[in-house]
C-alpha cells in the first residue's frame, strides 16, 4: 500500500486479557515508531526502531507493554493482563531514513479496554 | 528534555477570518518543530515543518508558519478559514541531532469555523 497500515483499527478487550496490535509501514522505510494517544491528549512516544533494532524503548509505561519487529519491516505492539488506563488509541509512523526525516503516521488503533 | 505547550484548547473562527494556534517549545538543543493536523478517526498528516533552514515555513492548504527563537514560539497562521480547516492541530518538538528523531507533542488544539 501507499500509507503506513494499522489493524485492527478498534479492539475491546476485558481488562486482563492480552493484545496484539500490527503494524505495516511503508515498504522500505527504515525507521518506526510507537505512540500512544490518550483521549483529549497528544500522542506520547513509546519505542522507537531502526530496521529490527529497538534502539529506544523509554516511553514503555510499564513491562506489560512490548514491541517487536523482527524482520524490519511490519511491527507488533503487545500489552499483556491490559488495564483500564491502556485505553487509547495507538499510532504508528515509519520514516526513510535512520533516525530522522518525516514521519508518516498510520491511521491508529482505538483500544477500550473494559 | 524537549517540551511544547499549546496553550488553550479550543479556537473558534469565522469562514474566511484569519486562524492564529500559538505553540511555544523548550528544547536543550536546536529543534527541530512541525505541525500536524488531524482529522477525526484518521491519523497526524504533516502540514510543515522548520528543521533549521528559512525561519518563515510554508506549507499545505495555505498554512505557514515562523520559527521565533528569541520567543521560543512557532506558531501556526491562515490568512483565511476555511471550512475544511477544522480539525486538531498539534505542535511537535525533535530533536535535530539524528540519533532518534521521535516527536514530542502538545496537548493540540481543536479549531471550529462558524459559517
Known amino acids: 500500500g501507499a500509507g503506513v497500515s494499522q489493524s485492527p483499527r478498534y479492539k475491546v478487550a476485558k481488562r486482563g486479557q492480552d493484545v496484539a496490535l500490527r503494524c505495516d509501514p511503508i515498504s522500505g522505510h527504515v525507521s518506526l515508531f510507537w505512540y500512544q494517544q490518550a483521549l483529549g491528549q497528544g500522542p506520547e512516544f513509546l519505542t522507537y526502531?531502526?530496521?529490527?533494532?529497538?534502539?529506544?524503548k523509554s516511553g514503555l509505561p510499564s513491562d506489560r507493554f512490548f514491541a517487536e519487529r523482527p524482520e524490519g519491516s511490519v511491527s507488533t505492539l503487545k500489552i499483556q493482563r491490559t488495564q483500564q488506563e491502556d485505553s487509547a488509541v495507538y499510532l504508528c509512523?515509519?520514516?526513510?531514513?535512520?533516525?530522522?526525516?518525516?514521519?508518516?503516521f498510520g491511521p491508529g488503533t482505538r483500544l477500550t479496554v473494559l | 528534555a524537549q517540551s511544547v505547550t499549546q496553550l488553550g484548547s479550543h479556537v473558534s473562527v469565522s469562514e474566511g477570518a484569519l486562524v492564529l494556534l500559538r505553540c511555544n517549545y523548550s528544547?536543550?538543543?536546536?529543534?527541530?518543530l512541525f505541525w500536524y493536523v488531524q482529522y477525526p478517526n484518521q491519523g497526524l498528516q504533516l502540514l510543515l515543518k522548520y528543521t533549521s533552514a528559512a525561519t518563515l515555513v510554508k506549507g499545505i492548504n495555505g498554512f505557514e508558519a515562523e520559527f521565533k527563537k528569541s520567543e521560543t514560539s512557532f506558531h501556526l497562521t491562515k490568512p483565511s478559514a476555511h471550512m475544511s480547516d477544522a480539525a486538531e492541530y498539534f505542535c511537535a518538538v525533535s530533536s535535530n541531532t539524528g540519533a532518534n528523531s521521535k516527536l514530542t507533542f502538545g496537548k493540540g488544539i481543536t479549531l471550529s469555523v462558524r459559517p
Open positions: 526502531f531502526q530496521n529490527e533494532a529497538q534502539l529506544d
Open positions: 528544547s536543550s538543543v536546536p529543534p527541530y
Open positions: 509512523a515509519s520514516s526513510l531514513v535512520a533516525g530522522g526525516g518525516e514521519q508518516f
